[in-house]
Structures are given as structure tokens and as C-alpha cells.
């Protein structure tokens, strides 16, 4: 099969870790041993979220007193999609002898006119206390908002519209090529009067990205994968339980964390509701064991899988 996985920021680092790259770079091995087992079997295709790293980069910008201003989103953006994506190529490498690997940085087009742009809702960096959090929104004038139990920066999040590099992506799987792509959604880029690319301040939703570029690449699966085994109904409540197979219009019919849960649930029901194949929410470490049908939360048109027993 062709699938692509979207990797939760809990690949790279979990949360209350301490940013430190020798610490990412080993946690970025230890996801990348479920990656090889998915590679040797299917063609495949990574994306990557890189809320923690943008962030981290963003504040040391602004408070660089070098700098006339800070560097901006579409910038870092593209800078964490070189290093995250030189972390994960390099495993791969190493996981893969005589496999070609490719780290691509790739630009994401979206909307100039996108209503995001007057909500930022995307949360990126180190998350804080309330406290912390609310003196340095006023230092540096960023809007803050709770993530659970913490406090983070949010920006605008745009909707993708098409990944620039999706041809050259197609070429490369085709060639048996295990690509690493759209890290953090992409570069958010517009076109302007003339036609012409150019970057914008935002972050773009990891799980959407790799849903669009997921039918464009007409993947048979799409599976974001993180650090909880199964979507939960209910969640926090006494009645709170799994969800097992589903469909994108008993998901819909729930309410779900727009900060959390709510994207990846939209971005599985987009991809099923255009394609008709295969998408799951579940653990990284379960890879194998959800497109076998038993793990995860897998969503299908009539939510059954497997539909044969050639996977």
C-alpha cells in the first residue's frame, strides 16, 4: 500500500521535556524503528509536526538584540522542516541500509484572504504557567491560550490548499523513495497579483496538510500517529471509551477539542469522506498492528478493516 503518516510532536518530544536536541534526536530513533518495519512492507511518506521547535525558534529571534526584527513564521517554518527533517532522514538512513531516504522542504499554498489569519488558534512553542505565559504575550504581544493544563502561544492557522512540491513528491514514491515532507503543514506561502510565491506569518495544521496531500498522493491510508491508542468519546467524563472502527459521520456527530483532538479528527473524516479509503488516530508505537485492523481508531466509509486479507 502507499501510506502516509503523520507524526505527533511526541516523536520528537514529549511533553514538559526540555527542547534539547540530543534529547529529540534519540527519541526521533526510537520512532523511526516503527517507520523502518512501515517501510520495508508499503510505499511511504512522513509528515511531521514542529510546534515545540517553531516556537523555540520564534523566541530566540525575538529576543535576539541583533536582529532589527524577529525572523518570520514562513522562515522558521522552513528552517525546523531542515532540521527535524535531517533527524528523521538520518534515522531512516541508518534503519535502511541501501534504501533512498529524501528530506524535502516544502511550501504549503494557502488563502490571503483566509479568515485565520484575524483568529490565531495554532498552538506553537514551549507551553508555560498561566502566569508566565500572560507576562511574556505582553512582552512580545503574542496571544496566549490554554493547552490543557498549561499555557502556550497560538497563531494564525491558515487552511492548505495544495502542497507546491506534490509532483515532485508522486516521482519520488513512485521511485520507491521513503519521502519526508510538509514538516509542520508546510511553509505557508500565498501567491500574489503577479503570480508569484511568497511567505506569510503562520503555522499550518500538520494533520490537514497530510490529509490533502494524502488524496493528492491517492494514498490507500492515512494515519496520524501520537501517544494515545484511541480517540475517546466522552473524554475526561465518568462515561468516557474508546473508539474503535467508526466513520467520518458517526466522528462528526461528536465534539472534540478544537485545540487537540478536533484537527486530526477533521482532517481522517476529510480524507475517508474523499477517497473512500482508509484513515486512524493511534499510537506510533501500533503502526503495524492499525492497518492490521486491530489497534487505533480507524475510520472507513462503512468502518470495517481490514476490507481483505492481502494487507
Same mark, same amino acid.
Request: overall charge neutral; hydrophobic content about 40%; charged content about 20%.
Given at each position: 500500500?502507499?501510506?502516509?503518516?503523520?507524526?505527533?510532536?511526541?516523536?520528537?518530544?514529549?511533553?514538559?521535556?526540555?527542547?534539547?536536541?540530543?534529547?529529540?534526536?534519540?527519541?526521533?530513533?526510537?520512532? @523511526?524503528?516503527?517507520?523502518?518495519?512501515?517501510?520495508?512492507?508499503?510505499?511511504?511518506?512522513?509528515?511531521?509536526?514542529?510546534?515545540?521547535?517553531?516556537?523555540?525558534?520564534?523566541?530566540?529571534?525575538?529576543?535576539?538584540?541583533?536582529l532589527t526584527r524577529p525572523y518570520p513564521f514562513d522562515t522558521l517554518g522552513a528552517a525546523t522542516q531542515g532540521m527535524i527533517g535531517y533527524w528523521i532522514l538520518?534515522?531512516?538512513?541508518?534503519?535502511?541500509?541501501?534504501?533512498? @531516504?529524501?528530506?524535502?522542504?516544502?511550501?504549503?499554498?494557502?488563502?490571503?484572504?483566509?479568515?485565520?489569519?484575524?483568529?490565531?488558534?495554532?498552538?506553537?512553542?514551549?507551553?508555560?504557567?498561566?502566569?508566565?505565559?500572560?507576562?511574556?504575550?505582553?512582552?512580545?504581544?503574542?496571544?496566549?491560550?490554554?493547552?490543557?493544563?498549561?499555557?502556550?502561544?497560538?497563531?494564525?492557522?491558515?487552511?492548505?490548499?495544495?502542497?507546491?512540491?506534490?509532483?515532485?513528491?508522486?516521482?519520488?514514491?513512485?521511485?520507491?523513495?521513503?519521502?519526508?515532507?510538509?514538516?509542520?503543514?508546510?511553509?505557508?506561502?500565498?501567491?500574489?497579483?503577479?503570480?508569484?510565491?511568497?511567505?506569510?506569518?503562520?503555522?499550518?495544521?500538520?494533520?490537514?496538510?497530510?490529509?490533502?496531500?494524502?488524496?493528492?498522493?491517492?494514498?490507500?491510508?492515512?494515519?496520524?500517529?501520537?501517544?494515545?491508542?484511541?480517540?475517546?468519546?466522552?473524554?475526561?467524563?465518568?462515561?468516557?471509551?474508546?473508539?474503535?472502527?467508526?466513520?467520518?459521520?458517526?466522528?462528526?456527530?461528536?465534539?472534540?477539542?478544537?485545540?487537540?483532538?478536533?484537527?486530526?479528527?477533521?482532517?481522517v473524516c476529510r480524507f475517508v469522506e474523499t477517497t473512500g479509503d482508509m484513515a486512524a488516530i493511534g499510537r506510533l508505537d501500533q503502526a503495524e498492528q492499525i492497518?492490521?485492523?486491530a489497534a487505533g481508531t480507524i475510520v472507513t466509509p462503512n468502518a470495517r478493516w481490514p476490507l481483505t486479507s492481502t494487507l
Amino acid at each position: 500500500m502507499r501510506v502516509i503518516v503523520a507524526l505527533g510532536g511526541n516523536a520528537l518530544l514529549r511533553r514538559g521535556q526540555k527542547p534539547d536536541a540530543r534529547l529529540q534526536v534519540g527519541n526521533v530513533a526510537e520512532s @523511526v524503528k516503527t517507520l523502518a518495519k512501515l517501510a520495508e512492507k508499503h510505499e511511504l511518506i512522513i509528515t511531521h509536526g514542529n510546534g515545540p521547535q517553531v516556537g523555540l525558534l520564534a523566541l530566540e529571534s525575538t529576543a535576539d538584540p541583533n536582529l532589527t526584527r524577529p525572523y518570520p513564521f514562513d522562515t522558521l517554518g522552513a528552517a525546523t522542516q531542515g532540521m527535524i527533517g535531517y533527524w528523521i532522514l538520518q534515522a531512516l538512513q541508518n534503519a535502511l541500509p541501501g534504501r533512498q @531516504v529524501m528530506a524535502m522542504v516544502t511550501q504549503t499554498l494557502v488563502s490571503a484572504v483566509d479568515p485565520a489569519f484575524e483568529n490565531p488558534t495554532k498552538f506553537v512553542g514551549q507551553v508555560y504557567d498561566q502566569q508566565e505565559a500572560e507576562k511574556l504575550a505582553k512582552e512580545y504581544g503574542w496571544t496566549v491560550r490554554a493547552d490543557g493544563e498549561y499555557w502556550r502561544r497560538v497563531v494564525p492557522s491558515p487552511a492548505p490548499q495544495r502542497v507546491v512540491e506534490t509532483r515532485l513528491i508522486r516521482r519520488s514514491v513512485r521511485e520507491g523513495v521513503v519521502v519526508v515532507c510538509a514538516g509542520g503543514g508546510g511553509v505557508p506561502v500565498i501567491r500574489d497579483a503577479r503570480g508569484r510565491l511568497t511567505g506569510v506569518e503562520a503555522v499550518i495544521d500538520k494533520d490537514l496538510t497530510a490529509s490533502m496531500l494524502a488524496e493528492a498522493l491517492e494514498c490507500d491510508a492515512f494515519l496520524i500517529l501520537t501517544d494515545v491508542p484511541r480517540v475517546m468519546r466522552d473524554f475526561g467524563a465518568p462515561s468516557q471509551s474508546e473508539i474503535a472502527n467508526t466513520t467520518p459521520h458517526e466522528l462528526r456527530a461528536i465534539d472534540f477539542p478544537a485545540g487537540s483532538m478536533g484537527p486530526k479528527v477533521e482532517a481522517v473524516c476529510r480524507f475517508v469522506e474523499t477517497t473512500g479509503d482508509m484513515a486512524a488516530i493511534g499510537r506510533l508505537d501500533q503502526a503495524e498492528q492499525i492497518l492490521e485492523g486491530a489497534a487505533g481508531t480507524i475510520v472507513t466509509p462503512n468502518a470495517r478493516w481490514p476490507l481483505t486479507s492481502t494487507l
